[in-house]
């Protein structure tokens, strides 16, 4: 087992909580904001990467992410088997 260490994010831990998965699920509605914006070519690149990471944090977990208009954004447990 890992020794719970602070670092500038957070408490390392063998497992990410939910409650930092959606947080990170709460950003990528901001990435579709972007899409009628002036970007140039290298920072498209660079958020779209960024966007990817997020979105593989949250799957890895076994997590889907939805957004609703009512209810805002959340996560689902993906059933993998």
Request: glycine letters at 8%; zero cysteines.
């Amino acid at each position: 087992m890992l020794p719970f260490k602070k670092n500038i994010m957070g408490i390392i831990s063998e497992k990410t909580e939910r409650k930092a998965l959606l947080e990170m699920a709460k950003t990528l509605r901001f990435f579709e904001r972007l899409e009628l914006l002036q970007i140039s070519a290298g920072d498209i690149v660079r958020i779209a990467h960024a966007e990817h990471i997020i979105r593989d944090v949250i799957g890895n977990n076994g997590y889907g992410v939805r957004f609703s208009r009512k209810r805002g954004t959340g996560i689902t447990k993906l059933n993998i088997r």
